[in-house]
C-alpha cells in the first residue's frame, strides 16, 4: 500500500508535485487557503505572468503536458532596452533558435497545472481550507474551513508547497528546527498594465471592414468586437521580447500577455530620497514616469489610478537548512524564495518537483531515503540560483547600460561557438540547460575571470585575441567539459 499524500498549497509547485504524485498512483490531497480560481474570479496574486525557462518546460514534457501548456505561451527572444530618451536596443538571450524564453499567465498556469492533477483520478483539491499548524510526533494537521470550526486530519506524508511565508516551515521552526534565514531586499516592487492598442482608424483602413462589430485583418482572421479576447490582438510594443527600462538604481519591466497587454513591474528602492516612500502623491508618480520612462508612460492612460490601486509588494530570499522534519518535506518557495531578477523562481520549484520524482523512482518510492538525499541535492542549487538572481538585479537595471557588458556578452557567444563543451554563457547555463544551478554559478565565476581578461583593451569582438582566448580556457576551464 502506497502511502497517503498531502500538500499543503496549490499555487504553481504543490499542483505540479500533485500531478507527479497521482500518475505514481498516490492518493493525493491538496488543501489551498484561497478560493479556486479555476472556478471563481480572483487575483492570481503577485506577478500575473512569469517568465516559463527550460528547467521548468523539462518536468511538464515528462508529464505529457506540454502541448496543452504551449497553448499559454509567449516567446520572449531576448530583451528590449528602451533608454531614458525611448530609443530602442535588442539584445538576444542566446544564439541558437530554441534559446528563447517563454511569457506565460501564473492563473492560466496553474489552472491547467491543476486539471491534469485531477485527470489522473488520484488528486482531490480542498480550497478554502488553510493549515494552521502541524503535529509531526502524531502526524496531524489542523486545517481552517472557512466559517467553520478547524478540523484535525492525519497524514502520511506531508508536503509545505504553501510559498514563502509558510505556515509547514514555521511548524518546523517551532520544533526546534534551525538555520532558515530570510533577507529582505531594500527594493520594492508594483504592477501596472501596458493595455493591448485598440486598431485606430489607420489600422482598420488597412482592413476589410465587414459590417459595423467585425473586421478582418490584414493577416485575414476575423476579430469581433465583443470577443472577450481578441484573437489576434495588437501589442503596443514588441511582443517577443521581455521589455526594460534599466535606470541605475531602479527599472521597469514588462512581458507580454496572451490578450495583447504586457504587465509592467516597477522595481523601486522601499525608502529614501526617490522611492516608494517618497512616491505619494498623483504629480510625484507622473514627474517620475515622464521624466524617466516617457515612452511607456504614453502607453498607460490609467496611470496614477493603477499605481494607487495596486499593492505594492516585498521581495526577499529564504533560505533554510534543513528541508525536511520527520515526514514532512518543503518544495518551491516553501524552501527557497529567491527574488524575481532572475526569473527562476517557479523554474527551481519545478525543477524540485523533477528531482522528488527521479529520486522516488531511484529508490523505489522509499520516501526516508529520498527526503534525506533530496535536501542535500537541492539546497545547494537553491542557494547558488538565490545568489545569481540577486546579481542578476544589478545586470538588469544597470549594467546592461555599459557597453562593456555588451562587449563581454559578445565575446561569451563567440567563446561559445569556437569551445561548445568548455564554455558556455552563465545566463544560457541558468536558463538553458540543466547544469545544476550551484555549477552554473562556480563555472560562472571562472568564465567572468576569463571575460574580464579579455574584453581588457578591445572594442569590439573582431579584436578578440582567440590565442589567448584558447590560452584561458585550457588553463581555468580545463577538460571540465560540458557534455
Ligand atoms: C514579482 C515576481 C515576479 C516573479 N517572476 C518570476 C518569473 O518570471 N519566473 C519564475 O520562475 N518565477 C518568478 N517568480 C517567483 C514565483 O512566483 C514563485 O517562485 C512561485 O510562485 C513559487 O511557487 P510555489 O507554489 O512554491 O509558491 P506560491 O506560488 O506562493 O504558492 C503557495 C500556495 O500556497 C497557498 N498557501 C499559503 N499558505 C497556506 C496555508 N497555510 N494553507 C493552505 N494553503 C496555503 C497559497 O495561497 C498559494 O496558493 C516571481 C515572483 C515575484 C514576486
Not at 489551498?32 to 471563481?40: G, T, Y
Amino acid at each position: 500500500m502506497k502511502q497517503h499524500i498531502t500538500i499543503i498549497g496549490a499555487g504553481l509547485v504543490g499542483s505540479m508535485m500533485s500531478i507527479y504524485l497521482g500518475q505514481r498512483g498516490y492518493k493525493v490531497d491538496v488543501y489551498e487557503k484561497l478560493p479556486d480560481i479555476r472556478k471563481e474570479d480572483i487575483s492570481a496574486g503577485r506577478s500575473i505572468n512569469l517568465a516559463l525557462a527550460n528547467r521548468g518546460i523539462r518536468p511538464m514534457q515528462q508529464l505529457g503536458i506540454m502541448n496543452k501548456v504551449e497553448k499559454l505561451l509567449i516567446p520572449m527572444k531576448g530583451r528590449m532596452i528602451h533608454d531614458i530618451e525611448g530609443k530602442l536596443q535588442f539584445q538576444s538571450y542566446g544564439q541558437k533558435p530554441e534559446e528563447v524564453i517563454y511569457s506565460v499567465s501564473r492563473g492560466g498556469l496553474v489552472s491547467l497545472l491543476r486539471d491534469e492533477a485531477e485527470a489522473t483520478g488520484n488528486v482531490s483539491f480542498h480550497f478554502k481550507q488553510q493549515l494552521n499548524w502541524v503535529d509531526f510526533d502524531n502526524n496531524l494537521i489542523e486545517i481552517q474551513q472557512q466559517d467553520q470550526s478547524p478540523k484535525l486530519v492525519s497524514f502520511d506524508i506531508l508536503l509545505g508547497a504553501d510559498g514563502a511565508p509558510s505556515k509547514v516551515r514555521n511548524s518546523f521552526e517551532n520544533n526546534g528546527v534551525k538555520g532558515v534565514t530570510f533577507d529582505l531586499l531594500d527594493h520594492s516592487y508594483k504592477e501596472l498594465t501596458i493595455p493591448a492598442r485598440s486598431m485606430d482608424k489607420s489600422m482598420r483602413s488597412e482592413s476589410l471592414i465587414l459590417d459595423e462589430n467585425s473586421i478582418i485583418n490584414t493577416q485575414n482572421k476575423k476579430i469581433n468586437d465583443s470577443d472577450p479576447i481578441d484573437p489576434n490582438p495588437l501589442f503596443a510594443i514588441d511582443k517577443n521580447s521581455l521589455h526594460i527600462w534599466p535606470r541605475g538604481e531602479y527599472m521597469l519591466i514588462a512581458l507580454p500577455n496572451l490578450d495583447g497587454s504586457f504587465t509592467v513591474t516597477l522595481f523601486l528602492p522601499s525608502k529614501g530620497e526617490l522611492s516608494f516612500e517618497t512616491i505619494t502623491a498623483k504629480e510625484s508618480v507622473v514627474a517620475l514616469f515622464k521624466t524617466k520612462f516617457k515612452d511607456a508612460t504614453d502607453l498607460m492612460p490609467e496611470l496614477t489610478e493603477m499605481f494607487f490601486d495596486n499593492p505594492t509588494g516585498m521581495l526577499g530570499t529564504i533560505r533554510c537548512q534543513q528541508w525536511h522534519y520527520k515526514n514532512t518535506l518543503l518544495i518551491g518557495d516553501s524552501a527557497h524564495a529567491v527574488v524575481p531578477f532572475h526569473g527562476q523562481g517557479m523554474n527551481c520549484g519545478f525543477e524540485d518537483c523533477y528531482e522528488l520524482n527521479a529520486l522516488l523512482d531511484e529508490h523505489k518510492d522509499n520516501w526516508q531515503k529520498v527526503m534525506d538525499l533530496y535536501t542535500d541535492i537541492r539546497r545547494p542549487n537553491a542557494n547558488a540560483i538565490a545568489d545569481m538572481a540577486l546579481e542578476n538585479y544589478i545586470e538588469m537595471r544597470d549594467s546592461v547600460r555599459d557597453p562593456k557588458f555588451h562587449l563581454k556578452k559578445a565575446i561569451a557567444f563567440e567563446l561559445e561557438n569556437q569551445f561548445p563543451k568548455q564554455f558556455i554563457p552563465r545566463y544560457s547555463m541558468v536558463m538553458f540547460h540543466h547544469i545544476p544551478y550551484a555549477e552554473a554559478q562556480a563555472r560562472g565565476l571562472v568564465q567572468a575571470d576569463i571575460l574580464n581578461q579579455l574584453s581588457e583593451g578591445i572594442d569590439g569582438v573582431k579584436e578578440l585575441d582567440f590565442g589567448l582566448a584558447e590560452v584561458l580556457i585550457d588553463k581555468l576551464v580545463g577538460d571540465v567539459i560540458f557534455e
